[in-house]
């Protein structure tokens, strides 16, 4: 397959392997946080880590849209479902995150709950044309990547005069969650989480560009390598960012350049700031409330808005005491560090988010990882356990 | 003359297959049912056995080992590129026959319909149904027809039965792989699945992927024959290889190690999955089987499948090894090893 083998191609795989294995300095250890779920995905899918040598630990970040969505958005989406006449459209991986009592949109949904999966935004919106007896909402997640397409959504409504349609807004921005870990008391106090660089974000890159990055490099003497999400691009960015610790360089360099530009799209760019405007603060799961982190739609499109067309309650709900998702999406725990792992949360019976989506730290690390575990109970392959 | 009088005595009206559709009353066990098995099943299927019209088929046993499977079938879209769920439901259940190393021999088929389903659709299937099983050789022997109120069905479920008859001393069964063992699949892998998902109406993407469904029986004479040894044969139905491979590896309590760049999987069916955000390892095939046996045996297996229509793109997929955990592991292009865990619930799409 064009633009795909070429990057998954294991003799040049070998190659990179085998300069990591010389340029890598044995006498230290190299701790690098790749951002997002599709880099955390390709390095479980294609077993990279059996190609690094064991000095070099990759910390799985927050980048998973699913992930990070706190219990009471879902919750809330939940609600939007019960109002009488209401279809909600909703990604796939969203449909199975619990929330209270075991409850879960799937779950909705086989109780009656008109609730669709959709592939885009834009399939919503057909859905509104098509049913123009109901409401239709969007329950728009992700971050810069997805948010434009959900732009375009809105501006089509609009042209189209679909007063049927609306958004769940839950857009939220990479910078901030970067900031965010880098001031956490975890990285900058306690030496939790050692962190000498990051793995930067590939699609999200394509819309903002890399120069946003440049502040964590320079504020926060951190490397950051730009990567695409096949296997050889992140073995690509973590040699460079080998070589710019053993340099002792903090830079932004892009190992991306196939589809980053230093200004990103633009267009994306006017288009989302046409139609979005900043919250004053959003609760990320796993970091809490990080302010200036997440959009809202602009009152200007106002109509459109679910949360103003619609009663509903902001409601906040604690994770599940023996979750560790918080800690692990922080990098400060890994999956296997938590009790649950692979015992009571498996993917069938996900107790948190990271073991709901395919991009999830837990979720890779059980689909892909398992027979590395040193828990007997969490190593063993019984189709009984998840059920 | 009034046009009343001109009517033959006895006269009934026949199907309306073009315009007409499923009425209750085709399953109310009255006139307008008998007219339906009678105008649409028996005249597609028939045979010695439903020409007598008893509400089961009477035949001779065989001497031997007997096999028996039943599958439901309930896909959508009903028609997709390469099939329907007409020929599906009869190449389901002849595989799920075949698998044991079996000769299947009969089918009874019996069908859920919807009030409103257009006949027409359903001459569509049952004509797919009767071909596939005239092509195949195993007769439609025995059937039943339900209708439920509208809003109750999703136009037609169809649930096919299969008898069988294993030859001697074949022992085939997912308990049998054994360390050492090779791994064999007929040829590429996903297709029916990504074909069927293309056509989905909210998912319609263009290609030129057909559907493998196809009636593996004689393929499956043809391996035994050169090959009566083969430990396990399976169709990675629902769930794709790599659940096929866990469910064996379960039931025979050791584990398998594959090899990525050994997997026949389309060009095309590799992309959909691509930017679907799917793993071809978990989707579904309908014309394809995996057989497990010796390593000695493996070669001249392959060799014969190779000379089948059905066996051109067979390749040997990877080995069993010693488990205690029995996992699927997969060494990736890239050198690095991995889980080829069971599915979770449904293949979902990614998002980013």
Not at chain 1, 164 to 171: E, P, Y
Not at chain 1, 350 to 378: D, H, K, L, Q, W
Not at chain 2, 214 to 219: D, F, G, I, T, W
């Amino acid at each position: 397959m064009k633009y795909i083998d070429e990057f998954r191609e294991g003799r040049l795989a070998r190659q990179i392997a085998a300069n990591i294995m010389i340029e890598a300095d044995s006498r230290r250890h190299y701790h690098f946080m790749e951002f997002c779920g599709g880099h955390t995905h390709a390095i479980s899918r294609f077993g990279i880590v059996d190609l690094l040598p064991g000095n070099v630990h990759m910390i799985h970040g927050p980048g998973c849209p699913v992930c990070i969505l706190p219990i009471g958005r879902v919750e809330t989406a939940i609600q939007l479902t019960q109002i009488p006449k209401v279809i909600l459209c909703s990604y796939g991986d969203l449909l199975r995150i619990p929330v209270r009592n075991g409850m879960s949109l799937i779950k909705a949904k086989a109780q009656g709950a008109d609730v669709r999966m959709v592939y885009s935004c834009i399939d919503a919106l057909k859905i509104a044309q098509d049913n123009p007896q109901h409401q239709v909402v969007f329950f728009a997640i992700g971050f810069e990547t997805t948010t434009p397409p959900t732009a375009v959504a809105i501006q089509q409504a609009r042209m189209l005069g679909l007063n049927n349609f609306s958004v769940f807004c839950n857009h939220v921005l990479t910078p901030s969650a970067i900031s965010h870990i880098l001031q956490s008391p975890e990285v900058r106090e306690f030496g939790l989480v050692q962190l000498d660089g990051f793995v930067g974000p590939a699609h999200v890159s394509v819309v903002i560009g890399s120069r946003p990055y440049e502040y964590f490099a320079e504020e926060f003497q951190k490397s950051v390598v730009i990567a695409g999400f096949e296997p050889l691009d992140v073995m690509q960015a973590i040699l460079m960012l080998i070589r710019q610790v053993n340099s002792g360089r903090a830079e932004v360099e892009n190992e991306f350049t196939r589809a980053v530009m230093p200004d990103g799209n633009l267009k994306a760019q006017s288009l989302v700031a046409e139609v979005f405007e900043l919250r004053r603060n959003f609760e990320w799961r796993g970091l809490g409330w990080v302010p200036y982190s997440a959009l809202k739609i602009k009152s200007t499109y106002g109509d459109f808005d679910a949360e103003r067309r619609f009663p509903i309650a902001e409601c906040s709900i604690d994770d599940n005491k023996a979750c560790e998702c918080g800690a692990i999406l922080r990098g400060v725990k890994q999956p296997r560090d938590c009790k649950i792992f692979g015992t009571v949360c498996t993917p069938e019976n996900p107790i948190g988010s990271c073991m709901v989506s395919s991009e999830g730290a837990c979720a890779a690390y059980y689909r892909y990882g398992r027979f590395r575990a040193n828990n007997p109970m969490t190593a063993e392959n019984s189709c009984q356990q998840s059920i | 003359m009034s046009a009343i009088n001109i009517v033959k005595p006895g006269y009934s009206r026949k199907l309306d297959l073009k315009h007409g559709c499923i009425e209750m009353t085709h399953g109310g066990g009255g006139r307008a049912m008998a007219q339906l098995i009678q105008q649409m099943f028996i005249a597609a299927f028939d045979n010695e056995y439903l020409r007598l019209m008893n509400d089961q088929a009477c035949f001779r046993t065989a001497n031997g080992r007997m096999v028996m499977s039943t599958d439901s079938h309930v896909v959508t879209p009903l028609f997709f590129p390469g099939g329907d769920i007409g020929c599906l439901s009869v190449h389901g259940t002849i595989n799920d026959i075949a698998m044991a190393g079996a000769r299947p021999c009969y089918l009874a088929a019996s069908f859920i319909l919807e009030e409103g389903f257009p006949l027409s659709d359903l001459k569509r299937i049952v004509d797919s149904m009767a071909r596939a099983a005239q092509t195949a050789g195993v007769p439609v022997v025995t059937g039943d027809t339900k209708v439920v109120e509208k809003g109750s069905g999703d136009g037609v479920f169809i649930t096919t039965t299969g008898l069988g008859v294993v030859p001697d001393g074949i022992d085939i069964s997912g308990t049998n792989a054994r360390p050492g063992d090779k791994i064999v699949v007929s040829g590429t892998l996903g297709d029916h699945g990504i074909a069927v998902m293309a056509f989905r109406e909210n998912l319609s993407f263009q290609t030129t992927i057909a559907s493998d469904t196809a009636a593996l029986h004689e393929l499956v004479a043809d391996m035994v024959a050169a090959v009566p040894d083969i430990h396990v044969l399976r169709d990675p139905t629902r769930g794709g290889i790599a659940t096929a491979l866990n469910e064996i590896a379960q039931q025979s309590s050791v584990g398998m190690m594959l090899y990525e760049n050994q997997l026949p999987i389309r060009q095309e069916v590799n992309a959909a999955c691509e930017f679907l955000g799917l793993d071809p390892l978990y989707i579904a095939n309908e014309g394809k089987l995996v057989a497990i046996c010796c390593a000695e045996d493996a070669e001249n297996m392959l060799g014969v499948m190779h000379a089948h229509p059905l066996g051109r793109n067979a390749a040997i997929i990877g080995e069993v090894i010693e488990d205690d955990h029995c996992f699927v592991q997969m060494q990736t292009s890239l050198g690095g090893n991995r889980v080829v865990d069971w599915l979770s619930g449904e293949q979902l799409p990614r998002i980013c």
